[in-house]
């Protein structure tokens, strides 16, 4: 159970090209999803929580108007890069809680979509 | 959020028991203490969590210091599938379900 898939897994696109990543929980409502990007040898770093029908929550130095959430339904959540760049290339990965469940539910993780910005 | 301070890299013999040290002196009360392990080009995967008493799930165990200012993460047999890196993150329960990753511990496990 608590399976989050996510698509595309990869992608390449020319420099100003819009991008949508998709993520999406299987066999439960993600009642909050996250996205985060990964540069390589780093450690994850947490863009923004989304929580179902309202507008995401951005941390600090991560534009809202450059990375578009979209939390329309507690199954699905989207990631837009608008006019993406080659500093944008990055593995961006989702994650989702069943807050129905009470609090402190682990997050559920896609397997990540690696961005490449040519 | 409260910090953890974990080794940069470990190494293992397949089969063996493994022990994951992490350090996190400044938790608080409400604070959950999760671990994490992500395998080379996938998402980070859900291994345990715990907030005073130690945990045992199908895939590993949490020990946590009675102070809870430290706790270690085990794998009872390490196989090369549990090759991956490690995080150790403290979760406030009082304050939302963000998770703040640090840099891990690399685990190797040799053949």
């Known amino acids: 159970g608590a399976v989050v898939s996510q698509h595309p897994s990869w992608v390449i696109c020319k420099s100003g090209t819009s991008v949508k990543i998709e993520c999406r929980s299987l066999d439960f409502q993600a009642t909050t999803m996250f996205w985060y990007r990964q540069f390589p040898k780093q450690s994850l770093m947490l863009m923004a929580t989304?929580?179902?029908?309202?507008?995401?929550?951005?941390e600090q130095g991560v534009e809202k108007d450059k990375f578009l959430i979209n939390h329309a339904s507690l199954t699905l959540s989207t990631l837009t890069v608008t006019s993406a760049h080659p500093e944008d290339s990055s593995f961006y990965i989702c994650s989702a809680i069943n807050g129905r469940k009470g609090s402190n539910q682990p997050q559920h993780f896609g397997d990540g979509t690696r961005l490449s910005i040519l | 959020d409260a910090k953890t301070t974990q080794p940069n890299s470990m190494e293992s013999n397949e089969e063996e028991p493994v022990h994951l040290p992490c350090n996190h002196s400044?938790?608080?009360?409400?604070?959950?203490i999760h671990w994490y392990r992500q395998l080379p080009s996938q998402g980070p995967e859900y291994v345990i969590h715990g907030l005073t008493s130690n945990v045992n799930n199908r895939m590993a165990s949490l020990a946590i210091a009675e102070d809870r200012k430290s706790s270690t993460l085990i794998l009872h047999r390490a196989t090369l599938r549990d090759a991956a890196v490690y995080y150790c993150i403290l979760r406030d329960g009082a304050r939302g379900n963000k998770l703040v990753f640090g840099a891990g511990t690399i685990l190797r496990v040799k053949s």
């Open positions: 989304s929580n179902e029908g309202s507008k995401a929550t951005y």
């Open positions: 400044t938790i608080s009360g409400t604070d959950y």
